[in-house]
Each structure stands twice: as C-alpha cells, then as structure tokens.
Nanobody
Framework: QVQFVESGGGSVQSGGTLNLSCTAS????????MGWYRQYPGQQQRDVVA????????RYSDSVEGRAIISRDNAKNTISLQMNSLKPEDTAVYYC????????????????WGQGTQVTVSS
C-alpha cells in the first residue's frame, strides 16, 4: 500500500488562496506521477485539477488553468498545489493521487488515492 499525508484545505473566502500538500510513501513502490483531483457533492467521479510527473511536466484542468500552480519535491515524494482567486465552484473534496510501480519490477502501473480533504469556498 501507499500511504498519504494530505494537508491544507478547510474554509476559504471567495477570491482567496488555497494551499494543499501531499506526501506519498510506500517502501515497496516507486512513486511516479502525482496529482490532485476533486469530487463535487453528489458526484461519483473525481475530476483532475492538476498533475505533475517526475520530470516536472504539468497538466492543469481548464477550470484552474492560470490560477493554479503545482510543484513537486521528488526526494520527498511531495506535491504542493496553490490555487488563487478561489470561487465557490471550487468547493469540493480534494484527493491526492499517485501512480506507482513495484520496486520488485514489472511494468504494471498502480494507482492509489489519499483520504481526501474538504475545501469550502464561501462567497
């Protein structure tokens, strides 16, 4: 299993800034791409917010492009997300995600999720 420590989130005023951090660990795995996803109330699926690969390549959803920055510390398997100009529609549960390979070898990529952190943006 991969363990996650997520921090940040909570209640934020509209127009404010959100800072989320996530550290993944698991001695049996090599941590690859990581990212943040969010799940809206009453919705089953989790939508991508931002992802970052080991090499630093980044991808953002259209809804946060230009107001979010994702960064990564490979040595600590930690990613951070800063989102500015928050809107009420950013209200969701935010989940950290990691794609990993087994240290023992193989090409299979496994996906693990953190427990999630609630973000509420009030107008």
């Amino acid at each position: 299993q991969v363990q996650f420590v997520e921090s940040g989130g909570g209640s934020v005023q509209s127009g404010g800034t959100l800072n989320l951090s996530c550290t993944a660990s698991g001695s049996a795995f090599i941590i690859g791409a990581m990212g943040w996803y969010r799940q809206y109330p009453g919705q089953q699926q989790r939508d991508v917010v931002a992802v970052i690969g080991i090499g630093g390549n980044r991808r953002y959803s259209d809804s946060v492009e230009g107001r979010a920055i994702i960064s990564r510390d490979n040595a600590k398997n930690t990613i951070s997300l800063q989102m500015n100009s928050l809107k009420p529609e950013d209200t969701a549960v935010y989940y950290c995600n990691a794609h990993v390979r087994k240290v023992q070898g193989g090409t299979e990529v496994l996906t693990f999720w953190g427990q999630g952190t609630q973000v509420t943006v009030s107008s």
